[in-house]
């Protein structure tokens, strides 16, 4: 899994934070669980123990996991980009033709993506249908819910 990740500065500061935070403080609370579970006495019928453990297998996980990614990452810059086409970091005025609304998404990486925040992955469906494309393209992109017909209104940094 040697894939680069594009990440925003931003981004790239809060995974540094929640992974500080996963290491110091939830390494710390599992521990303070495994050691008052161990007081309980027999470690064969208890549960607490049981769940501890398990609890600090999946946190050590998402610790592996979020490191992984971090050292994939390198921090894109979105000012040195061009806005004659939709590349990462583009926010991207789209006309929905099939509902007639208009959204506005900014284009993420998969790891930055979040619908209520309108950042839209390059890899979704919607995504790889807009990347490289200019102002007043018409693209179809087959989602879920069936097919949608979309034109690009704007691109800006």
């Known amino acids: 899994m040697s894939d680069i990740v594009y990440l925003t500065r931003e981004r790239m500061k809060e995974l540094e934070e929640e992974l500080r935070h996963l290491k110091i403080d939830m390494r710390k609370e599992i521990a303070d669980k495994i050691a008052e579970a161990r007081s309980y006495g027999d470690l064969s019928e208890n549960a607490e ?5 398990e609890a600090q297998g999946l946190l050590e996980a998402k610790i592996y996991k979020l490191e992984e990614t971090m050292g994939r990452a390198r921090i ?3 000012s ?5 086409k939709v590349y990462i970091l583009s926010i991207v005025t789209v006309l929905n033709k099939t509902s007639n609304t208009k959204v506005e998404y900014t284009m993420v990486s998969a790891e930055e993506a979040d619908v209520e925040k309108r950042k839209l992955a390059v890899s979704s469906p919607i995504g790889k249908a807009l ?3 200019k102002v007043g393209d018409k693209v179809q992109v087959t989602v879920p819910a069936g097919k949608i017909d979309l034109e690009i209104l704007d691109i800006r940094r």
Do not use: P, T
Not at 49 to 53: F, G, V
Not at 80 to 84: E, I, R, V
């Open 49 to 53: 123990y049981d769940a501890a453990k």
């Open 76 to 78: 894109i810059d979105g």
């Open 80 to 84: 040195n980009l061009a806005n004659d």
């Open 131 to 133: 990347m490289g494309k």
